[in-house]
DNA sequence: ACATACATACCTGTCGATCGGTATGTAAAC
DNA sequence: GTTTACATACCGATCGACAGGTATGTATGT
């Protein structure tokens, strides 16, 4: 009945725990200069632990897109956003949240797999297609929205729903991009207010200022 | 009097000749899975070359850097957009520009910097800002015509110059990102629609369809 | 008892980097 | 105008550290 007085990780959490390890660093060092070593021990788990749990390092990257995929998907499905009642007005809402959390250090809000692609998509298809499965996935999340907005304002425009929600990703992550170069959130900010001007516009022409 | 039968690498060349290995390899692999073994045996010389040419391989990483600014930026001001006479035409040629060369081989068409800062930016302070430089700096020869633009439609925004030029250069990063995730150049260019129809609307925002 | 979930020890190749040496140029001395 | 002196450009062997991965041992739950 007595505890253990020194914390030791649980039996069956080292899975988890690599994978929690595997988004903290891959994000600040990116995939290639995170080695299992130092996931181990960011995780507190030794090499054995590590290898039972994944094939090897390429199935760890596969499965830390997928942790974040379905992390970054319950974080959104849970997000206000959704509550308005007017479709345009709940797209406007959701890039106002994206807007909202950027905030603090640079590898806390920027995204792993829009990071992780970048560095992998030749030398490693299965990560690839798992990061595009996260990305492109949250973007579909977006569609129904874009399209009600579509029907409610009555647009017959030359660009799909499935074409603007991609493109909201496109500002996203473009975003990081400049904000890590520049080592300033604001410059991820500032384009998050042009896709808002933009949303307003082709919804509603005429209000442009 | 007489040549070498076989090709070898004038005396001097080494250099320029890692560098022109370190865009391909870097574009391709990233920068931390491209070893220096890998850019000496695609350069075709010697690991006592490269650390002749270069302190160490972070130095190499800002070479790059800066290498690619003057070629991308020696490029761009050759190129055609400067052409016509209203500024905003000028600006939607660049777009249009942009958008041409997006074709054939992503790691052909991609940008070094773009992947380099996203994965070097929290380990190498040095090659973060070379890379800042490249990317600001190449906002920066759009803001004239920006601001040119401004003045002949009378706009009064809240938004500057220096916002807009870096805003193009975010949705082209995010196409980038997209374009590898999804192995497919058009998740590119669509994005680079998006993006001339924001300009046509903010400069003329009656006018949009 | 047996499978599961790890830990420990270690192997082999590759990493960035160093170093002594050599070939080539350059410029002043005589 | 040849010799001397030195600098530059590059080669190739080698280093210690560390990479990913494996082989085997052990504690734990069922």
């Known amino acids: 009945m007595s505890r253990?007085?020194?914390?030791?990780?649980?039996?069956?959490?080292?899975?988890?725990?690599?994978?929690?390890?595997?988004?903290?660093?891959?994000?600040?060092?990116?995939?290639s200069a995170t080695s299992v070593a130092d996931l181990c021990e960011e995780a507190g788990v030794t090499k054995g632990a590590f290898f039972h749990c994944f094939e090897n390092k390429e199935a760890l990257g596969v499965a830390a897109a997928n942790f974040w995929a379905e992390n970054t998907g319950a974080?959104?499905?849970d997000a206000p956003y959704h509550q308005h009642d007017d479709p345009l007005e709940r797209i406007l809402a959701y890039v106002a949240f994206r807007k909202?959390?950027?905030?603090?250090?640079i590898s806390e809000f920027t995204c792993l797999v829009g990071t992780?692609?970048?560095?992998?998509?030749?030398?490693?298809?299965?990560?690839?297609?798992a990061c595009a499965n996260s990305i492109?996935?949250?973007a579909h999340t977006l569609e129904a929205d874009i399209a009600d907005a579509m029907k409610?304002?009555?647009?017959?425009?030359?660009?799909?729903?499935?074409?603007?929600?991609?493109?909201?990703?496109?500002?996203?992550q473009g975003a990081f991009v400049l904000a890590k170069a520049g080592n300033d959130p604001s410059l991820a900010t500032e384009s998050l207010d042009?896709?808002?001007?933009?949303i307003r516009l082709i919804f509603n022409p005429s209000k442009g200022s």
Do not use: C, N
């Not at 992780?116 to 297609?129: C, L």
């Not at 042009?194 to 933009?198: E, S």
């Open 136 to 138: 492109f996935g949250h």
């Open 75 to 77: 974080f959104f499905a």
């Open 100 to 105: 909202a959390i950027i905030d603090g250090d």
């Open 4 to 31: 253990p007085t020194k914390y030791q990780p649980e039996r069956g959490e080292a899975k988890t725990r690599l994978l929690e390890a595997a988004l903290l660093l891959i994000r600040s060092k990116g995939y």
């Open 194 to 198: 042009h896709l808002d001007r933009y």
């Open 116 to 129: 992780m692609v970048q560095e992998v998509y030749a030398i490693s298809p299965a990560i690839r297609d």
């Open 152 to 172: 409610v304002h009555k647009l017959d425009s030359v660009w799909t729903a499935e074409s603007l929600a991609r493109h909201t990703q496109t500002v996203i």
